[in-house]
Every structure is written in structure tokens, then in C-alpha cells.
């Protein structure tokens, strides 16, 4: 649903931005030809910037979601890890911390299947205290031990450390104040094309609605793309699926 309201806006957005330079270009006509050569100029380097902006935060859009992909593969491989080390260990111990290990393993994979946001805050709020769980059996089941220390909590160490780095990776976007320029910018952009169409009073529906349309798919795709969690481009929990898998 967000996807489509992001859509709709967008292009909304290019018909008013249109509309508007169409109306100022009609109210300001006149044989001017300084006037049109100088508009004609800032149209096209106006028009050559949103290229560049769209093209620049579209490839930010893009590394930060490998990022993302990339730290879930580090995390399940983590998990993995802890999980099978967690074998070195005694009873009770032992089963305490596969028990953690599991359930935030299926709590990642609930988080990353589309679940909504009351339920992920929900699924957050219990981090700390699997955390806790994981550390504390891994801290008494190693006491005085150095060698088994040296294996087993290595990598539930990594798995606590990951989280934040995770979640870091989760909450980075395109800066609001970019993204705002970026969407001015088009539009100033757009309005020009409608304005110089005003000035001959004469509107080119097919050329300005592909251009249009390009325009508000470019920038779909890159909002969308930098809120996985939102849109239609969303990154998957499969590391975390076979992790889990693996631990049954």
C-alpha cells in the first residue's frame, strides 16, 4: 500500500509541476527570443542535473541495500557459528545457549518476513535480554576455562555486536534534506518543460508524459529501494531461514 501512495505522489507531483510552468509560460508569452534561448538553456541544465541527483542517489540507494544483504549473511553466519561451538559445552549450559541462539534466529526470521511494526518493535524489545541469555550462558559455561572461552564466545560476542550494526544499516537512508532537493530539483525541472510549452501555447502530451513517466519511475525505484522494509524491493531472511533451519 505505502509503494503505491509513493507512486501516486510522484506523479501527481510531475503533472502539477507540469501544469504550473504551463500556466506561468502561457501568462508570460510574447516574441521574445533572447528570452526563449535562455529559458531552452536553463531547461536543459536543469534537466541534466536531476539526471545527475537521480543517478547519484539511486547508486547510494543501491550500495546501502547490499549492505543490508550482505550484513544478514554476516549475522546467520554468526549464529551458525555460535550454535554449533555451543556443542563444546555442558549441560545446562549447553542447552540454555542453543535455546537463545534459536529463538532470536526465528525472531529474525519473523522480523524480515513482512511482519508489521508493532510486532518488530515487539520482537526489538526482546533483543536485550537474548543477548543477555546468550552472554551469561556462554560466560558460565566457559568459567575458568580459557580454551573453550577462546571458542565459544568469540563468535557470540560477534553475534551481539552485529545487531547494532544491523539495525544500523536498517535505519540509514537517503538524508530527508537531500531527498527534498532531489524532489524540488525535478520538479523545478519538470515546470520548465511545461513553461517553455506554455510560452508557444502548445503541449506535447506523449513526449512530456514518457518523460513524465520515466521521471517518477526513477524516483520510485530509489525511495523504494532505500526502505526495503516499506516497498516492493525488499531484502529476504533466507540466510536467516537456512540458519534456523540448520539449528532444528
Known amino acids: 500500500m505505502a509503494e503505491l501512495l509513493v507512486a501516486a505522489a510522484l506523479v501527481a507531483g510531475v503533472i502539477a509541476a507540469h501544469e504550473i510552468g504551463f500556466r506561468l509560460g502561457l501568462k508570460s508569452r510574447s516574441a521574445d527570443a533572447t528570452l526563449d534561448r535562455q529559458v531552452a538553456l536553463v531547461r ?19 550500495s546501502r541495500f547490499i549492505d543490508r544483504l550482505d550484513i544478514m ?41 513482512g511482519a508489521g511494526r508493532q510486532e ?16 551469561q550462558a556462554a560466560i558460565k559455561a566457559t568459567q575458568d576455562n580459557a580454551p573453550l572461552m577462546a571458542v565459544v564466545l568469540p563468535p557470540v560476542n560477534e553475534v551481539i555486536d552485529l545487531h547494532a550494526t544491523h539495525l544500523a544499516m536498517a535505519r540509514r537512508h537517503l538524508p530527508i534534506p ?15 518543460i511545461g513553461f517553455g510549452n506554455g510560452r508557444v501555447n502548445r503541449r506535447f502530451s506523449l513526449l512530456d508524459s514518457v518523460y ?11 525511495i523504494d529501494l532505500d526502505y526495503p522494509g516499506m516497498g516492493i524491493i525488499r531484502v529476504t531472511g533466507n540466510s536467516f531461514v537456512e540458519a534456523l533451519a540448520a539449528m532444528q
Request: hydrophobic letters at 50%; glycine letters at 12%.
Open 44 to 62: 536543459n541544465s536543469t534537466g541534466a542535473l536531476v539526471a545527475f541527483l537521480i543517478g547519484f542517489a539511486f547508486s547510494g540507494a543501491g
Open 178 to 192: 537531500i531527498m527534498g532537493a532531489l524532489l524540488g530539483t525535478t520538479a523545478i525541472g519538470v515546470a520548465l
Open 73 to 113: 549473511v554476516t549475522e546467520a553466519n554468526a549464529l551458525g557459528t555460535a550454535y554449533l561451538r555451543a556443542d563444546t559445552l555442558a549441560d545446562p549450559y549447553r542447552g540454555d545457549l542453543k535455546s537463545a541462539l534459536k529463538e532470536y534466529t526465528g525472531d529474525r526470521v519473523t522480523m524480515l518476513s
Open 212 to 222: 513524465g513517466a520515466v521521471l517518477a519511475v526513477a524516483l520510485w525505484m530509489t
Open 120 to 135: 518488530i518493535e515487539t520482537l526489538l524489545a526482546k533483543v536485550g535480554g537474548l543477548h543477555q541469555r546468550m552472554w
